[in-house]
Nanobody, 115 residues
Framework: QVQLMESGGGLVQPGGSLRLSCAASGSIFSINAMGWYRQAPGKQRELVAATSSDGSTNYADSVKGRFTISRDGATNTVLLQMNSLKPEDTAVYYC?????????WGQGTQVTVSS
């Protein structure tokens, strides 16, 4: 049984930084992509950042230059460094790991950016 555990969320002032991490409790084989999604109140869940097995990355336009995604395939861990945070970044952030057969989701961690 695979479970994803997210951590690093919290309350931060605009311009501050947070580092989210997600680790799998079990082994996941043949990982194709790892990423982070977020869902703000009243909005649809959206892709924030993702990285594929070939090392390529993809970021939402709203976070380019501010967020950095990284991965460690050996430990099935995905990180999201968030800098220069804005109030509009406030959302529940979910990590996602996708392999050849299915995708896995974390339970979500709250990020609140407010002064």
């Amino acid at each position: 049984q695979v479970q994803l555990m997210e951590s690093g969320g919290g309350l931060v002032q605009p311009g501050g930084s947070l580092r989210l991490s997600c680790a799998a409790s079990g082994s996941i084989f043949s990982i194709n992509a790892m990423g982070w999604y977020r869902q703000a109140p009243g909005k649809q869940r959206e892709l924030v950042a993702a990285t594929s097995s070939d090392g390529s990355t993809n970021y939402a336009d709203s976070v380019k230059g501010r967020f950095t995604i990284s991965r460690d395939g050996a430990t099935n861990t995905v990180l999201l460094q968030m800098n220069s945070l804005k109030p509009e970044d406030t959302a529940v952030y979910y990590c996602n790991i996708q392999n050849h057969w299915r995708s896995y989701w974390g339970q979500g961690t709250q990020v609140t950016v407010s002064s």
